[in-house]
């Protein structure tokens, strides 16, 4: 089963999440902060994290900044109510692999997570798979290009 981080410091969107996410099959671990987030992430490895941008003691990127240093290919789906300039200017640089505002569609949602751990799942069996080299040792077999899920 697929662990999914929720981050949120609104009570109502972690609800609204959980009940969302359980839905669909997924084991649902929540944190209210940045900080909090990012001890969940340690604990339970989580395939994809869902986290806010804005919130008390750690902001959403600072928490993807420091998870992205263990896990580079851990999928983050950041929503949003605060959707000025610097956070769509600068999302992809931070390590957000999608970006949706708040209140967002919920099949939309379903549909993004899906892909999101889809993708992820591709990228690592893709990226593990070795090849022999011509001199007799392995290297990795390249990953293939791939368009950003926008």
């Not at 931070?94 to 949602?109: I, N, Q, T």
Request: with cysteine; aromatic share 4%; hydrophobic share 40%.
């Amino acid at each position: 089963m697929k662990k999914i981080l929720v981050v949120d410091d609104d009570i109502g969107c972690r609800k609204v999440l959980i009940m969302c996410l359980t839905r669909m099959g997924y084991q649902v671990n929540i944190a209210e902060n940045g900080m909090d987030g990012l001890e969940k992430f340690k604990a339970v490895a989580a395939d994809l994290v869902v986290t806010d941008y804005r919130m008390s003691k750690m902001d959403g990127y600072s928490m993807i900044t420091e998870i992205k240093k263990t896990s580079p290919g851990t999928p983050v789906l950041m929503l949003t109510g605060s959707f000025h300039e610097d956070i769509h200017r600068n999302w992809r640089e931070k390590g957000v692999d999608l970006l949706m505002r708040k209140p967002c569609d919920l099949k939309e949602l379903r549909t993004s997570i899906r892909r999101l751990l889809q993708k992820a799942s591709h990228d690592n069996v893709s990226g593990s798979i070795i090849k022999p080299a011509v001199d007799g040792l392995t290297s990795p077999v390249p990953k293939p290009e791939r368009k950003a899920i926008v």
